[in-house]
């Protein structure tokens, strides 16, 4: 029984410090150079939508060399999501992004 506590306990200290999806998602749209207040609309519904793979498909683009994301253009950025040869990457974040930006 004690041991059944101890074990309950670490791993309910251990879910209670990790980082939500979402705020990994939030974080990566906002070092990217999302406005915090779009990122926090964006995130949850980008982590619902897209697959893990998809997920990191998606954060390598926002690594790539060059411009900041944050100072790109919108063709540009429509560029690198089209490189990544993945419409429904591009169509969810194409949809997710204009409907957070409208939402305001």
Known sequence: MKRLAI?????????????????????????AGVRPELADCMAGKLVRKLSD???????????????????????????RLRALNDPHIVSVVTRVGLGCAIAG
């Open 7 to 31: 074990l309950t306990l670490a791993l309910l200290a251990s879910a209670c410090s990790t980082i939500s999806p979402e705020a990994k998602v939030r974080q990566k749209l906002v070092d």
């Open 53 to 79: 793979d998809e997920l990191h498909e998606l954060a390598r683009v926002a690594k790539l060399p060059g411009q900041h994301p944050g100072h790109m253009s919108f063709d540009e950025l429509g560029e």
